[in-house]
């Protein structure tokens, strides 16, 4: 990460944090009393996206990208039938490994 959008998501945290709405011109503040230089369009995008997400709902949702569509598909499994669930479990199971007695020799003979 840049150290643009790293400035600009501390301002947003900043401004969260002290309960104050978040928009770009208090985002350049913030960045500007930081004495870093970014991009005059790194505020306003940032604005722009958190007017339409909250800041809680980002921090809790970080990382969760690739479970987010397992939770999906599980839970429309059962809505398709009960057959495609028993064919899940059906592939977790492990083959049953072959022993050396099958064999008919052992190491130690």
Known sequence: MA???LACTYACL???DDGIAITADKIATL???ANV???S???SLFAKLLEKRS???LITNVGSGGG???TV???AAPAAGGAAVAEVKEEKKEPKEESDDDMGFSLFD
């Open 3 to 5: 150290s643009s959008e």
């Open 14 to 16: 900043i401004l969260h």
């Open 31 to 33: 960045v500007k009393a």
């Open 37 to 39: 230089t970014v991009e």
């Open 41 to 43: 369009y790194w505020p």
């Open 55 to 57: 800041v809680e709902d």
């Open 68 to 70: 987010g569509a397992v």
């Open 73 to 75: 598909s599980a839970s």
